[in-house]
């Protein structure tokens, strides 16, 4: 039969594997279809090895590569991605960076938070030009032609072939006035044989990470090109005349010109190819249509490490939440959520005479030279299994003489580890199925706590290559929709039918394609009903009408060449960089009555922000880099005391109002609240100001005195006017406390030529009102600038030395983290700032909507058992509040956690915390705060409350900021 058979080929970075697969027998359950398969250590030029596997597959299922019977040939590969974590010179390009942004964006520059010498091998030219949306859709400033010519001119000049254009709010731009229309000006300009990555096609909104993600999208061009053309003559050489494809993170598959434009969506395939194969093997259908499907747990278990993902029921991997790090450089594009731990056949066990440990330090690919089963001198993993009857690896008589106390303490030890990681991924409390894959699957004891089945599915030890054979195509629209006047069923519609056409034009069976994920996220603090939407469409890759070969188009003539390098030769340069700092016998810059910040400092209050935001505020991120970036530009960061000031010495007070989501796109410029400040000291009668003010040390307001600071030339007063985050402007303590000022006059300005003064209001109440109006109306985000203030004031009806709060929080959290101590983290925390720890324990639940442009949820915590600690160890010396056995935490937030219940089994209740006093929910694993953005279920947390300040615990405060405020 003509056209049956589809290859696939999963390189990896110590096997590489091959799969043929019969498209007509995939319903017979003993083999799925699998013809022949072959595994082999991965050759030292990838090429020659996907070449053998090919060749052998071919052989072995006795299938002629020239009979027109090969429908495809899809191949996954982690070479781009080592590219870029090795820093190999000889495959990464000089990249020019345009964005499409004025006036905003220019106060962190691209590359602000790439390492030195990744910035070092591609930075060659940045510019940042007219262009870029609002939330809404709306044009900041239309594309000026005459600008974008200017650059092309100089990129010419430079000899520049790759180019990455960022647009703020691309992913909105559904017409292609933006990105898209400058891309057409720069081709005409420049020719045909130049490399634009358009970020919109990369990655979705948030601005630094999608920068980051389209640059090194731009600097593996032309290397992607030169291994795609390599693979192509391979299939040449082989007599193949099928199409080529390549694995993408999601799952699906791209073909071979397409993964040349975007290779970055290769980089993380392997594990979803795992899990795609896995589920195939086992005959799992999707059921996207069935509100009761659960998901399903992937654990693929290897030589070093063990990867576990969660199958969604639509067939689909789940996919990282936020941002992911490559290199070291912070990303926002489409990856599975895997959990990788240091637990494989090869993983090194010690016995002591306290305890026996398993990993995560593993002997690799050495497994057999050096475990004892093959005559070498290492205790593994894979020892310990044959000693507990596994047959036919190695010899079982050298490991006879191991006691049976350490095999059942190391199985023990191993049966922990795989529990806990199969909780921290599992998508509800109810006992899950679990498919097991992997050539270390022997590991996997018959039961685990928590898992109801496991399945083993024939030829599990090459579902990476059977994932890659059995890829589907999709398409999928991320964007953001303003609801306001649209109904929400006609929007999805529309969005539906352009995924499924998305999805078919790019190769799949228009009858088999379907909707596979719809996602709908409020944006908080907009008053416009704005929606991000995402919705992916998913079909069987089609059978063309004939045969299609493959070809990737010439891009850089003077890379045409083929000629892959070796992966294991490794080019760093500059990669070790300065060595690190020892963060406890680090000790901050006193001068005179000021503290002189390094960029440590500011490392140390960006994490304490953090955990005093409560939940809320904002991610301090953005500001941390663009504070950093000061210091970088040889400016000066000072915070002084309030006793070395005057009393009636003048504060400048300034900080961001707004939607987080638009700060994260637009990077509003720290000029805005320079601007801001001007016309309010112009309204008042001020010349000078003595320091700065930020209203809210929680979040990212948290961190706007110290870029005032910088900018201003003037110090930051060490302290804020609430001591946390709160969700409205009137809750500034000043404002609670009826003072004169304490909020106007206020100026609001939007970055782009717009400043507002609000001079006189009927109450505090209405400040809110009328600013969160005008900011909606300046694109949801603008920089505030509130009434100037006395020193006196700030310092008797604010809160003193937060700053300093936040430093000593964030230095706590990052000696833990750095001396691996996270279990001292709540200990180390409350030894500088007075409170108590809550909870230690598991989200086994987490509820959220949207009220009047403000998110209000819950999340339940669970306590952990002994058996599920990874450590058991005692190390912590915080005794939880929770003392009986079952008990639970309940903790409602409104952006900013409110309260936390002890609930227990018989359903009663007790309060043992409640705003104003402060109540942060941290990551176990990290140390770090978690917004409530950040909540899901299976995260391990830890909850410690501290102590509001007095101000807020008299009639006046509890009115306003106590459990009254939120009702």
Not at 446 to 470: M, Q, R, S, T, Y
Not at 584 to 599: D, N, R, T
Not at 681 to 705: H, V
Not at 744 to 765: S, W, Y
């Amino acid at each position: 039969m003509s056209g049956r058979y589809r290859i696939g080929v999963d390189v990896g970075g110590t096997n590489t594997d091959a799969v043929i697969i019969d498209i007509t027998k995939t319903s017979d359950p003993l083999t799925r279809g699998v013809v022949a398969t072959f595994k082999h250590e991965t050759t030292v030029n990838v090429t020659d090895g996907i070449e053998a596997a090919v060749s052998t597959v071919l052989a072995n299922a006795n299938v002629d590569p020239r009979g027109g019977g090969v429908l495809s040939l899809t191949v996954g590969t982690t070479h781009f991605i080592n590219a870029v974590v090795q820093a190999d010179a000889r495959r990464l390009s000089k990249v020019a960076v345009i964005r499409l942004a004025a006036p905003y964006t220019t106060d962190l520059p691209p590359f602000a938070d790439f390492p030195p010498h990744l910035e070092s091998l591609m930075n060659s030219h940045i510019a940042i030009i007219k262009g870029g949306l609002q939330i809404n859709g709306s044009a900041i400033n239309e594309i000026d032609e005459a600008e974008v010519i200017e650059q092309a001119n100089q990129i010419k000049a430079k000899g520049l072939k790759d180019i990455a254009l960022i647009g703020v709010f691309s992913p909105l731009d559904i017409s292609g006035r933006n990105e898209y229309l400058v891309r057409d000006i720069l081709l005409r300009e420049l020719g045909q044989d130049v490399n634009i990555v358009c970020s919109r096609d990369v990655a979705q909104v948030g601005f630094i990470e999608r920068e980051n993600a389209s640059i090194l999208n731009a600097s593996i061009g032309a290397f992607a090109q030169r291994t795609i053309r390599g693979f192509e003559n391979a299939m040449k050489r082989l007599g193949l005349d099928c199409p080529l494809y390549l694995t993408q993170n999601d799952g699906t598959l791209t073909s071979a010109a397409d993964a040349v434009k975007l290779p970055i969506r290769t980089f993380s395939s392997g594990s979803t190819n795992s899990m795609r194969g896995a589920s195939f093997l086992a005959g799992i259908k999707r059921k996207e249509h069935d509100r009761t499907a659960t998901s399903t747990i992937v654990v693929d278990v290897g030589g070093t490490t063990t990867d576990v993902g969660v199958l969604l029921p639509s067939g689909f991997p789940r996919q990282a939440a936020a941002f992911i790090e490559v290199a070291g450089v912070r990303t926002n594009f489409s990856m599975p959520d895997i959990n990788s731990i240091g637990l494989g056949g090869g993983s090194r066990v010690k016995v002591t005479t306290e305890r026996v440990t398993v990993g995560p330090d593993s002997v690799g690919h050495y497994l057999t030279r050096d475990a004892i089963v093959f005559g070498g001198g290492i205790l593994t993993a894979t020892d310990i299994c044959v000693r507990s009857g596994t047959t036919g690896i190695g010899d079982a008589t050298k490991v006879g003489d191991l006691t049976e106390e350490t095999v059942s303490q190391a199985k023990m030890v191993i049966k922990r580890i795989l529990e806990n990681v199969v909780d921290r991924m599992k998508t509800s409390s109810e006992d899950c199925t679990l498919l097991l894959v992997g050539g270390g699957s022997i590991l996997v004891p018959p039961a685990l706590k928590g898992v109801k089945e496991i399945i083993l599915p024939p030829f599990h030890d090459v579902a990476n290559a059977v994932g890659a054979a059995i890829a589907s195509v999709s398409g999928t629209i991320d964007t953001i929709e303003v609801l306001q006047g649209q109904k929400l069923p006609q929007v999805l519609d529309r969005l539906k039918s352009q995924a499924i056409d998305k999805a078919v034009a790019a190769g799949a069976e228009p009858g088999t394609t379907s909707i596979a994920q719809i996602d709908v996220l409020p944006v908080q603090y907009v008053t416009n009903q704005a929606a991000r939407i995402i919705v992916r469409a998913v079909g069987k890759l089609g059978v063309p009408n004939e045969p299609l070969v493959s070809k990737v188009a010439v891009v850089h003539e003077e890379h045409a060449q083929e000629g892959i390098e070796p992966v294991q030769q490794i080019v760093l340069e500059g990669a070790d960089g300065a060595p690190g700092i020892d963060y406890q016998a680090y000790k901050p810059k006193i001068v005179g009555s000021e503290w002189i910040l390094s960029e440590t400092d500011l490392f140390f209050i960006q994490e304490g922000c953090g955990v005093l935001g409560t939940g809320g505020g904002g991610s301090p991120y953005p500001a941390f880099l663009r504070a950093r970036q000061i210091l970088r530009e040889g400016k000066s960061i000072r915070i002084v005391d309030h006793s070395a000031l005057a009393d009636d010495a003048s504060l400048v007070r300034g900080g961001y109002m707004g939607s987080p989501s638009v700060l994260s796109e637009r990077l509003d410029p720290s000029a805005a609240i320079l601007q801001a400040g001007t016309e309010l000291a112009k309204f008042c009668g001020i010349t000078s100001y003595a320091a700065t003010l930020c209203d809210e040390i929680g979040g990212s307001n948290g961190m706007q005195s110290l870029i005032m600071s910088g900018l201003y030339g003037i110090p930051a007063f060490d302290g804020d006017l609430m001591g946390r985050a709160y969700p409205k402007l009137n809750q500034v303590l000043p404002a609670v406390y009826d003072r004169p000022n304490a909020l106007i006059p206020a100026a609001l300005c939007d970055g782009d030529g717009n400043i507002l003064l609000l001079t006189k209001v009927k109450n505090e109440h209405m400040v809110e009102t009328l600013m969160r109006t005008a900011t909606t109306e300046m694109g949801s985000a603008a920089a505030l600038c509130t009434s100037p203030m006395a020193v006196r004031d700030a310092r008797d009806y604010g809160v003193p030395r937060t700053q300093s709060q936040a430093w000593r929080i964030g230095r706590a959290i990052a000696i833990c983290r750095q001396t691996n101590n996270m279990m001292a983290i709540p200990d180390a925390i409350l030894e500088v700032q007075n409170g108590i720890c809550l909870f230690i324990g598991k989200i086994v639940s987490c509820t959220r909507e949207v009220r009047a442009g403000f998110t209000w949820g819950e999340i339940r915590i669970t306590q952990l058992l002994e058996e599920e600690l990874e450590d058991p160890r005692p190390v912590a010396t915080v005794t939880p509040v929770a003392t009986y056995s079952g008990d639970q935490m309940v903790i409602p937030f409104q952006n900013e956690n409110l309260c936390a219940y002890i609930e227990r089994v018989d359903g009663f209740r007790k309060l043992v915390a409640i705003v104003p006093d402060l109540i942060s929910v941290l990551d176990s694993q990290s140390g770090s705060n978690l917004g409530s953005q950040d909540y899901s279920y299976g995260l391990r947390v830890t909850v410690i409350a501290m102590a509001g300040s007095p101000l807020w615990h008299s009639e006046a405060g509890l009115r306003n900021g106590g459990p009254a405020a939120f009702g």
